[in-house]
Each structure stands twice: as C-alpha cells, then as structure tokens.
Nanobody
Framework: VQLQAFGGGLVQAGGSLRLSCAASGRTSIIYGMGMGWFRQAPEKEREFVAAINWSGNSPYYADSVKGRFTISRDTAKNTVYLQMNSLEPGDTAVYYC???????????????????WGQGTLVTVSS
C-alpha cells in the first residue's frame, strides 16, 4: 500500500491548511487500521500530531495542537485529513501520514506503531 500526502504550503501565522493523505494499491491490507499524522521540524525528532481509529469516531491529539487541529477520515476513499487552524510558526515541519499496524494500549502516540508511511508534505508558517 502507498500513502500520498498533499496540501502543504506556505501560510501566515493564524492561517489554515488542510492536509490530505490518500492510500492506494493494496488498500485491503489497511482495513480496520487506524491512521495518524506525525511531523518533523528541522533538527528535531519526529513527533506525534494526531491519530484516528478505523471508524473515525475516536480521534486524539498531541497537546500542542489540541483545539487547533482536527483529524478525520473517509474510509470509502481511503483518505485521512488534517485540518489545521490558527497555525503558528512552531507548526512548521514536514508532515507525514501513516497507518497504524501495531495495536496496543497507548501505542498510537508512537511512530513505532505505524508500519506504512507517506512521503511527507512541507508546512511552513511565517510570523
């Protein structure tokens, strides 16, 4: 299965962007799996942003984005979205989508729980 993320770009602080991540190929592999977004800023480690379960009714977020970002998914389209509002310069990073292939309590916050990754899309927030 391949993941294609898009929607990144340059935006001023306070602005909004919507990222999309579409799965293609053998999408039957990811049936029933959660999906998530991570980000990596220059010279920093990859960090968790948000994740959502298969049915889309249980999203969860990093504290740094809670109340500003919203994750959602359309299982029929094999696509997950990240609506980002009130963007801040600290949100500047490459954003990656991923499929959670390992399921254990609390594991959704860790990159090691995700087995399929997209190529990333750059989000730059200017002050």
């Amino acid at each position: 299965v391949q993941l294609q993320a898009f929607g990144g770009g340059l935006v001023q602080a306070g602005g909004s962007l919507r990222l999309s991540c579409a799965a293609s190929g053998r999408t039957s592999i990811i049936y029933g799996m959660g999906m998530g977004w991570f980000r990596q800023a220059p010279e920093k480690e990859r960090e968790f942003v948000a994740a959502i379960n298969w049915s889309g009714n249980s999203p969860y977020y990093a504290d740094s984005v809670k109340g500003r970002f919203t994750i959602s998914r359309d299982t029929a389209k094999n696509t997950v979205y990240l609506q980002m509002n009130s963007l801040e310069p600290g949100d500047t990073a490459v954003y990656y989508c991923a499929v959670r292939t390992r399921s254990f309590t609390g594991g959704g916050y860790y990159a090691s729980s995700y087995g399929y990754w997209g190529q990333g899309t750059l989000v730059t927030v200017s002050s």
